[in-house]
Structure formats: C-alpha cells, structure tokens
C-alpha cells in the first residue's frame, strides 16, 4: 500500500511503499550503462586474450624470426620483451659464411647497453670493439656451423633497435619493443 509520508527534516513529501522509500529509474540510463559496461567487459577480455597469446612478451605474438638469404644467417628474436626479464637473441650461421672454420658476427652496442646483453654462449674465440658494436669470432664447424645465444636483460621500457650481421653480408636491423 503506498502513501505519502511528510520528511520532517525537509517537509516534502517522500513516496513509500511498505515503509520503504520509492525511487525513480531511468530505463535509458539504465540502457546506456548496460551497453558501457559489455563495452568495458568486451575490451578486457580482448588484453586478456592478447595477452595469453604473448602481445605483451614471453608469448607466440612476441616471437619472430628473420631469414634473409643475402645475410648468412638466421635470427629469432623476442619484438616484445619485459623490462628486468630474462630474454635470448639466437642466430644461427650458414655454412657459406664459415672461413677457416670460423664465423664472425657483428652485434650492434644496443643488444648490450638496451637490451642488457649478459653471456654470449658459445664463448668467443675474440671479440673487438668498434664501429658502434662488437665483433664476435667464433670457432666452428664448416658444414654444421651452429648458432650463438646472446642472453639479455633489459632494464627499463623503450623501443630499441638492434642489427647483427656477418661483416660483408646483408645486416638484419630490427626492432624491439621493452614493455614494463
């Protein structure tokens, strides 16, 4: 049963039904924000799924590859990485890059200082500074010559480009995006 009771403190009148207090709704409204919110509910679900499949690092999107014939080598790679999270930089050589059995790669200074480059693996017969990188010579097998694994670390968020390339050949310049 409703009936209107008078508010003393305001002195108007307050719609009641079963001494509780009746209040409006505006069905538009109501509509505008159910529609928001499958909205909202729809764009994170999407940064889930991105997110399972590695569009913020260390996933299936992150992952990439680079073989280009003129280079001499083969190159996977991480172009999304985490900040402080531990990555690596394969490359791999062809035979057709080997002299005296041994291989040289050039790596540019940015996989060590925005990358946070920290072990080369094999280690390197030599290496020498110069020319805005580091020239790796590694020993190896003429027919079978292996690959190198640089481990890296990146410190903080940016974008960064890095290049390896076998002095002589093609170079493979790519880019890296470091996400907090």
């Known amino acids: 049963m409703a009936e209107n009771l008078i508010d003393p403190v305001r002195d108007e009148r307050i719609p009641r039904v079963d001494d509780a207090v009746q209040v409006g709704e505006d069905l ?3 509509e505008r924000w159910w529609k928001f919110e499958r909205v909202v509910w729809i764009f994170f679900l999407l940064v889930l799924v991105a ?3 590695g569009a913020f690092g260390q996933g ?3 992952r990439s590859e680079d073989h280009r014939p ?3 080598i083969d190159v996977w790679y991480d172009r999304v990485e985490r ?3 531990s990555t690596v930089l394969r490359v791999q050589f062809r035979p057709e890059v080997v002299t005296d059995g041994k291989a040289r790669l050039f790596v540019s ?4 200082k925005s990358l946070g480059a920290q072990r080369v693996s094999p280690q390197p017969e030599s290496s020498a500074i110069g020319n805005g990188g580091i020239t ?3 020993p190896v097998d003429p027919v079978k010559p292996g690959d190198v694994q640089i481990s890296m670390q990146p ?3 940016e974008v960064a480009r890095f290049t390896v390339q076998v002095p002589g050949r093609e170079a493979v310049t790519k880019r890296v995006v470091v996400m907090p």
């Open 28 to 30: 538009q409204f109501q």
């Open 51 to 53: 997110d399972a499949l």
């Open 60 to 62: 299936w999107l992150a």
């Open 70 to 72: 003129g280079s001499g």
């Open 83 to 85: 900040a402080e999270t």
């Open 109 to 112: 200074d940015s996989v060590v």
């Open 136 to 138: 790796y010579t590694f």
């Open 155 to 157: 410190e903080a968020p």
